[in-house]
């Protein structure tokens, strides 16, 4: 459903993280689901390969990001190189986002606030 099409008094699901857990599911070789105690809540998952670790999805705010990758350190000793996000939120409304690419992979390889 659109946003325009919602009604009025929709306020949409509570995704505050506070108090989530994540919960590795392994699927395959070096593929997992970071799967969150409490639903709707940050899903995300990691694919672990011979160099390092492509994670999907940041999570909504700063502390489920640091979450994210504090589980994904329990898997592997292997750096994260790589993020990918599954979702259409500008990085002006999540600053989060922008940090934590910063933080791991520099200016250069970062989109701008505008992207």
Known sequence: MEIQER????????LDPTGVKLHPRFLGRGV?????SRT???????????????VIDSGINGE???HIQDT??????????????????ELSRRPHLRELCLSR?????????DA
């Not at 009604?7 to 509570?14: F, I, M, R, S, V």
């Not at 994904?72 to 939120?89: A, G, M, N």
């Open 105 to 113: 992979f520099g200016r250069n390889r970062c989109p701008s606030q």
């Open 32 to 36: 997992y689901a970071l799967l969150a």
């Open 72 to 89: 994904v350190r329990k898997l592997t000793d292997k750096p994260i190189l790589y993020l990918v996000k599954s979702r259409q939120h």
């Open 7 to 14: 009604p009025a008094h929709y306020e949409g699901p509570n």
């Open 64 to 66: 489920m990001a640091t």
């Open 40 to 54: 709707p809540r940050d899903n995300s998952g990691v694919v672990i390969g011979s160099r390092g670790a492509l």
